[in-house]
């Protein structure tokens, strides 16, 4: 027994050492192939690099500036336009448009001249009361108008992530980014938790903020204080996947702002019931 005891130990010691030979073997061809991805990496970095000097990288925001219709008929004493889109191309009664300058290109901030909204439809016009206009640059024929949420053609898609303050009063609005979906999805566009290859826009909000970790004593007072520093924890860190995941996919991100002017929506954002 003693023999065959020692016998089994030499064999498990062999069988060890050979593995230790064997992991030392896959440790060395693993930092072989992390060497040889980082070089890959570096090259293809200056390679883009050489490229972009040469041949700008397209602008991933250019979907934001295209236009989505025209002014057609403008009544200045009744502040009404009318617009060369209606019913056929899924117009909706309250949808909201910013009005831009026509031979312009849309300005980068996304801030209009002036703002309307669609209260009557037929099938190739509508008609739109004037919300916000400017006596300097009055609306005239020809002027283009868009909206970021609304296409004619397809649903876009958008992430929503992080705190607004939708009314521009300086204070968090407590559920902002659910107002904020349900405004998207009434105006034909579809909401996604996560950033992918079809997300179109990205609207970030403020970061949150994170609780004060409760102590022992707390937690006895509030049974719940520690769920909700854990969920304050695990916002924030969706906040920062979707920024940075919107990052490495070009994907256009928006702050409230600049989302509210392209969706001719500013005016409106700051009145009770807007969303």
């Known amino acids: 027994m003693q023999q065959a005891s020692e016998q089994r130990v030499k064999i498990l010691m062999t069988q060890l050492d050979e593995e230790k030979v064997t992991r030392k073997q896959q440790q060395q061809l693993l930092l072989k192939t992390q060497a040889r991805l980082k070089m890959s990496q570096d090259r293809m970095r200056r390679t883009q690099n050489e490229l972009e000097k040469l041949v700008p990288p397209p602008d991933s925001e250019a979907p934001a500036f295209r236009a989505d219709g025209k002014i057609m008929l403008v009544d200045d004493q009744a502040k009404i336009v009318h617009l060369n889109i209606g019913s056929s191309d899924h117009v909706y009664r309250g949808l909201t448009f910013s009005v831009y300058e026509k ?31 400017q006596r300097t640059k009055p609306i005239v024929v020809d002027d283009i108008v868009a909206n970021l949420i609304w296409d004619s053609h397809r649903a876009n898609r958008f992430v929503i992530a992080g705190q607004f303050d939708i009314n521009n009063d300086g204070n968090i609005d407590y559920g902002a980014a659910d107002k904020i979906k349900a405004l998207i999805a009434r105006w034909g566009g579809q909401v996604s938790d996560t950033v992918s290859i079809d997300t179109d826009f990205v609207v970030l909000g403020k970061l949150p903020g994170i609780r004060r970790k409760p102590s022992f004593e707390e937690m006895g007072i509030y049974p719940t204080a520690m769920e909700e520093y854990e969920a304050s924890v695990q916002k924030l860190a969706d906040y920062n996947q979707v920024q940075r995941r919107a990052q490495d996919l070009s994907i256009p991100v928006f702050n409230t702002i600049r989302f509210l002017y392209f969706i001719g929506y500013k005016a409106q954002s700051s009145r009770a019931g807007a969303f």
Do not use: L, Q
């Open 103 to 133: 031979n312009m290109p849309i300005p980068r901030d996304g801030k209009g001249k002036a703002e309307i909204e669609v209260f009557n439809i037929e099938k190739n016009i509508s008609a739109a009361r004037i919300i916000r206009s």
